[in-house]
Structure formats: structure tokens, C-alpha cells
């Protein structure tokens, strides 16, 4: 769901492009952890949300705000 709200696209079925090639501008560690989260492979995924949640908050300052 980050992938599609970052992107407006769902990633696609195996291997979905590099959030990169958006033309988002991310912190290395928080796009590191967005494509671990997208792998295939359950193994090679995120095991906890805290990394996770800890990356998005950083990296939504690193972002900014859009919206109200």
C-alpha cells in the first residue's frame, strides 16, 4: 500500500520498478526498506513493523506535506 501512495501505481507482480524511477527523491534506508517489503520471498521481508514504522517517519520529513 506505501508502494501505491508513494507512486499512484500498485507495484507490479515480481518485480515492481524502483521507487527511484518516480522521480521520488527518498532517504537510501527508507527506499532500502520499501523494497524489502515488496519482496517475493516472505523470508526476505521485514519481520516487525517497528523498522518499518521508523523508517516511514523519517522519511516523511525528509517529504514534506501535500494536501491539507
Do not use: I, Q
Request: glycine letters at 12%; aromatic letters at 4%; proline letters at 13%.
Amino acid at each position: 500500500m506505501t508502494y501505491h501512495c508513494l507512486t499512484g501505481r500498485p507495484p507490479a507482480l515480481g518485480s515492481p520498478l524502483p521507487l527511484r524511477a518516480f522521480g521520488l527523491d527518498l532517504p537510501d534506508d527508507l527506499e532500502e526498506l520499501l523494497s524489502a517489503a515488496l519482496d517475493p520471498d516472505p523470508g526476505r521481508r521485514p519481520a516487525v513493523a517497528g523498522p518499518f514504522v521508523t523508517a516511514l517517519r523519517a522519511g516523511s520529513d525528509h517529504l514534506g506535506r501535500v494536501g491539507r
